[in-house]
C-alpha cells in the first residue's frame, strides 16, 4: 500500500516554493535597474557605452527593443542593431542594468521625434536655385518643378540630406525666355509631400521663343529647340516633346492650342 502525502504538507511545500521565488525575484530586481528611452527611428542605430561594475562584470544585463531581446556583445560599447524597424517606427529600448553601474546611450538624439517639416526659405537669381528646410527624414525627395502653362513640369529630382536641423540646397538653373515659374515639392518615406510656395523669376537674356506658321499643314517651326504641348479644343492633351519641329500631318483638321516656354497660342490644322 502507498503511502499518501498528508494534504498539509503538501500545501505548506507550495507556499513555501512560492515564498522562495518571490524572494528571488525581489533579490533579482534588487540588483538590477532598468534605463528606458524612446522615441521614433530613423534607420540609425543607439550606440551605447557599457562599463564595468564592481567586480569587473560588464554592467548591461539584458537589452529589448520594443519587447525583442536583442543581442550584444560583451564589450564596454556597441550599438543596439534596430535594423529589423521600419523607417518611422516608434520606438521603446529597455536596457537591464546591474545596480551599481549606469550605461550611456551617446546618441540618443537619434531617436528623437523630428519637428514637422517645412520650407524656411526660396530664392531664385540669373543661374541658381537656393532653398533652406527644417525637419526632414531621411530618403525624402525634392522635386524641382516649373510651369508650363497650365501644367508642372518636373525639371529634377534630387535626394534630400535628412537632417532634422537646417539644410541648404543649391542648383543650377537654366531659364527660359520671359517669366518662369518655379515651385519644390518634398516628398518623404511615409508618401506625405510637401509644397513650396511660387517663386518667379523674369529671364531676359534671350527672347522668347516663337514659331510659324499658324495655319498649318504639315509641320510647326520653332525659333529654337524648346518643351511643347498640343492640346484640342476640349484641352485634350494629343502632342507632347521637344524638338526645333512638331510633325502635325496626323493631325485632324481644326483649331489647336500649343503650349511652350509659359506661353499659350492657337494654330489651325489645315
Known amino acids: 500500500m502507498k503511502k499518501r502525502f498528508p494534504l498539509c504538507l503538501f ?38 557605452q557599457n562599463p564595468q561594475t564592481s567586480n569587473s562584470q560588464y554592467c548591461i544585463k539584458e537589452i529589448f527593443v520594443n519587447n525583442k531581446a536583442v543581442k550584444f556583445p560583451a564589450t564596454t560599447a556597441f550599438d543596439i542593431n534596430m535594423s529589423f524597424l521600419k523607417v518611422n517606427d516608434q520606438v521603446v529600448v529597455r536596457i537591464i542594468h546591474a545596480k551599481d553601474c549606469t550605461p550611456k546611450i ?67 538653373l537654366n531659364h527660359n525666355a520671359g517669366e518662369n515659374i518655379y515651385r519644390l515639392k518634398y516628398l518623404d518615406v511615409t508618401g506625405k509631400y510637401y509644397y513650396s510656395p511660387e517663386i518667379k523669376f523674369v529671364s531676359e537674356g534671350q527672347q522668347q521663343v516663337s514659331f510659324y506658321p499658324k495655319s498649318v499643314t504639315n509641320r510647326i517651326t520653332f525659333s529654337r529647340s524648346t518643351n511643347y504641348q498640343i492640346l484640342d479644343n476640349n484641352g485634350k492633351l494629343i502632342l507632347e516633346g521637344n524638338g526645333l519641329t512638331v510633325d502635325c500631318s496626323n493631325l485632324n483638321l481644326g483649331a489647336y492650342y500649343l503650349l511652350f516656354e509659359g506661353q499659350e497660342a492657337r494654330f489651325f490644322k489645315k
Open 106 to 172: 551617446l546618441n540618443s538624439q537619434a531617436i528623437k521625434d523630428r519637428l514637422p517639416f517645412r520650407f524656411s526659405s526660396i530664392n531664385v537669381d540669373m543661374t541658381t536655385m537656393v532653398w533652406v528646410t527644417k525637419g526632414e527624414k531621411k530618403f525624402g525627395q525634392f522635386f524641382i518643378q516649373i510651369k508650363n502653362n497650365r501644367t508642372w513640369i518636373v525639371e529634377k529630382v534630387i535626394s534630400c540630406k535628412g537632417n532634422a536641423q537646417q539644410n541648404i540646397y543649391r542648383l543650377p
Open 11 to 48: 500545501s505548506l511545500f507550495v507556499v513555501l516554493s512560492s515564498v522562495f521565488y518571490s524572494t528571488s525575484l525581489l533579490a533579482q530586481s534588487n540588483t538590477k535597474k532598468e534605463l528606458v528611452i524612446k522615441g521614433v527611428y530613423h534607420g540609425t542605430n543607439l550606440y551605447v
